[in-house]
């Protein structure tokens, strides 16, 4: 490919975004492409080191500061790991990216939407996705999967998971050539299956 593009994962907590995630990016190895499978917050040494800091469950932290955090560790990600990869014609596969600042940050702590834009388009350069799949669940299901415990976020009330759902909600319906939602129940390969056939239409535009 002489261009790079750009996957990324998006849904409530325990969809199933790391399984599937690692199952397109073998899918797409095997195929031949080069493919870098990555996650925010992090994706490099320092990021990373964010991430622990961001979802450690004994930190309180102010929704400003929480929402500067998450677009420095974006910075650095998109900076040291994301926008090499596509120049080099790689296809990206990330765990999140802006839409879930307009989720959590957004709705789910009600910033404002303009300023949390703004500062998210300094810190990707207006990086965006060629497309991202939104992994649907049942209401109340996702949660029910998280077998390992839980971050500060999913920690959250209900209330709070309810404002990002309806981000989502959003989301999708704001930008339905971009987003593309796909069922997450099911059995692996049946999610997979779905998952395989919206990236192969993507790569061969």
Do not use: W
């Not at 261009?3 to 199952?23: H, M, P, R, W």
């Not at 990086?127 to 415990?149: A, E, F, H, N, Q």
């Amino acid at each position: 490919m002489k261009k790079g593009v750009f996957i990324t994962f998006e849904g409530g907590d325990g969809c199933g975004k790391s399984t599937q995630a690692g199952l397109l990016a073998s899918a797409l190895k095997n195929k031949g492409y080069k493919v870098v499978r990555t996650r925010e917050p992090g994706g490099s040494l320092f990021c990373e080191h964010l991430r622990k800091l961001l979802l450690d469950p004994e930190h309180k932290v102010f929704p400003l500061a929480e929402l500067m955090l998450y677009e420095a560790s974006r910075a650095g990600h998109t900076a040291e790991v994301i926008r090499p990869a596509l120049d080099k014609g790689h296809i990206v596969i990330c765990e999140r990216y802006s839409d879930a600042t307009i989720a959590y940050q957004g709705y789910g702590r009600g910033l404002n939407m303009k300023d949390l834009r703004l500062i998210d388009k300094v810190a990707t350069g207006g990086l965006k996705p060629d497309v991202t799949i939104y992994m649907k669940l049942p209401s109340g299901s996702s949660l029910g999967r998280i077998k390992r415990k839980k971050d500060r976020l999913e920690l959250e009330k209900a209330s709070f998971h309810k404002r990002v759902n309806e981000g989502y909600k959003h989301i999708c319906a704001s930008n339905k050539k971009r987003v593309k939602v796909v069922d997450a129940a099911g059995s692996q390969k049946q999610v997979h299956d779905r998952i395989l056939r919206i990236a192969e239409k993507c790569l061969k535009k």
